[in-house]
């Protein structure tokens, strides 16, 4: 198993431009969640997802989207990037059916705004 | 929403020492608590989790404790060792099954 897989590692934006951050898991969790780390900071929820063709607001939603309509892809999409959305973002996944649920996370994407 | 406070913000022991951090949550709901250890450059990383209805939990030279009447848990390291070193997130859930993360502590182990 891979685990979750996220893409691109690195990205350079301009301000104004768009991108998604690809996120995949093959562990069939049903949970995915996309957190945001700033330097120095802890992680914070942007959306979480609890299977295909749901998705919820976490605490820090705004300038963002996603979509879950399979199991695997959870992606997040960037609308007119800002210098504020410069950050590290992982992407997780968890079973629904364990009391103790940790998450299993990608190895993030550092994106920065410029 | 939840609140959670992670104390110290860094912490320096020297190899053997123990290492104390701890946290404190605001939601009487919240029902797992796991802890993080973040090298850096990479990827936050489970090493112990406890459910609400266990006080303490012990993994080798790691253990838990949960205090739910003061709404607080710790996480300690004896026998502190260079690869000790990290960056340690807590984190809490209050059933929704998505974690809220406290700010992180520095632990610097000196050989």
């Known amino acids: 198993n891979a685990g979750v897989t996220q893409t691109p590692k690195f990205r350079i934006l301009k301000i104004g431009q768009s991108m998604t951050l690809q996120c995949a898991q093959d562990m069939n969790h049903n949970y995915m969640y996309w957190y945001r780390q700033d330097p120095g900071m802890g992680l914070k929820l942007i959306y979480y997802s609890v299977g295909a063709g749901i998705t919820d607001k976490g605490e820090v939603p705004n300038g963002y989207n996603v979509s879950r309509s399979t199991t695997e892809d959870f992606p997040l999409r960037l609308e007119l990037a800002a210098p504020s959305q410069t950050s590290v973002y992982f992407c997780?996944?968890?079973?629904?059916?364990?009391?103790?649920?940790?998450?299993?996370f990608g190895s993030g994407t550092r994106l920065t705004v410029v | 929403g939840e609140n959670v406070e992670q104390h110290p913000s860094t912490l320096s022991v020297q190899e053997g020492d123990s290492a104390v951090i701890k946290c404190t949550y605001s939601d009487s709901a919240s029902n797992y608590f796991p802890w993080y250890k973040q090298e850096l450059g990479k990827r936050p990383q489970l090493i112990i989790d406890?459910?609400?209805?266990?006080g303490e939990k012990k993994d080798q030279r790691i253990a838990v404790t949960l205090n739910k009447t003061a709404k607080h848990f710790s996480l300690h390291i004896t026998e502190t060792q260079p690869e000790d070193s990290a960056v340690y997130f807590c984190?809490?859930?209050?059933?929704?099954?998505?974690?809220?993360f406290g700010s992180g502590t520095r632990l610097q182990v000196q050989p």
């Open positions: 984190a809490t859930d209050t059933g929704r099954r998505a974690l809220t």
């Open positions: 997780a996944s968890s079973y629904s059916n364990k009391a103790n649920y940790g998450y299993t």
């Open positions: 406890i459910r609400s209805n266990v």
